[in-house]
């Protein structure tokens, strides 16, 4: 089972360094400066990774735990990307997405989060906890960003489209495994997360690797009309004037 993980992980590892390859040379990473900063990171805390299980594996458990934990809180960067191009022709709305995605993130965390481990004796529980609503909050907020997506009418293209279902297919597969590892023996369980998670995240990197191959800039043109039967120019006039009426307000 651990022989199976490590060699689905190196296979995570290698789709890691194809999308960073690919982000840099083509320069598509100036559009996705989060999301490659995100790759860039999974990229070297999985050498270190690496290099501790070949030199040390009793301190391989602590080092895998410290790096996802941190990895959790740094996946929220994904979301705020996702938010950040589905607001991308409405630059004030695009910051007040921005803001609501951090913020919502923020109370959910110190709300939901945080207290599975404040609140509890026993360290293995309050990680598995800890890591299932954490998964739990940024499957929230993914949603909230999807149904705002509907609301606008904005076409998400195949460049934020793919993040989206790819972080949604890494954030479903990782809930169903805490939620299992909770409920049975974790110390039986730990070994199916051995190879469910790393194929999980193995296919989101497949599709972020698809998806993100080629970048499709979204067009203004994309938001269509609203509920109430307004055409596009009517809905697209009073979206340009909530926007700059919005930027005003920031700017004061």
Not at 120 to 138: E, G
Not at 168 to 184: R, T
Not at 224 to 250: D, Q, R, T, W
Request: a positive charge.
């Amino acid at each position: 089972m651990q022989n199976l993980g490590m060699a689905i992980s190196v296979c995570a590892f290698l789709l890691v360094g194809v999308i960073l390859f690919r982000g840099i040379s083509s320069r598509h990473f100036k559009l996705f400066p989060l999301f490659y900063s995100y790759m860039a990171y999974v990229l070297c805390g999985s050498t270190v990774m690496y290099l501790v299980y070949g030199l040390d594996r009793r301190a391989y458990p602590s080092v895998y735990w410290f790096y996802y934990l941190i990895s959790i809180l740094v996946e929220f960067s994904v979301l705020v990307e996702i938010s950040d191009h589905i607001f991308q022709s409405l630059p004030a709305v695009r910051r007040l997405g921005r803001a609501l995605t951090i913020v919502t993130s923020g109370v959910l965390a110190l709300l939901y989060v945080l207290p599975a481990i404040v609140w509890s004796h026993y360290l293995r529980p309050a990680l598995l906890d800890f890591a299932l609503r954490a998964s739990v909050t940024k499957i929230v907020v993914l949603i909230a960003l999807f149904f705002a997506s509907r609301q606008f009418r904005s076409k998400l293209g195949k460049n934020v489209a793919g993040l989206m279902l790819g972080f949604s297919i890494y954030m479903g597969v990782n809930v169903a495994n805490l939620a299992a590892a909770k409920a049975f023996d974790p110390a039986i369980y730990g070994q199916v997360l051995w190879i469910l998670t790393p194929t999980a995240y193995a296919l989101c990197l497949l599709v972020w690797t698809i998806a993100l191959w080629d970048t499709v800039p979204a067009r203004s043109a994309d938001i269509v009309s609203l509920a109430g039967g307004k055409g596009p120019k009517e809905v697209a006039l009073e979206l340009a004037h909530f926007n700059s009426e919005l930027s005003k307000l920031i700017e004061k």
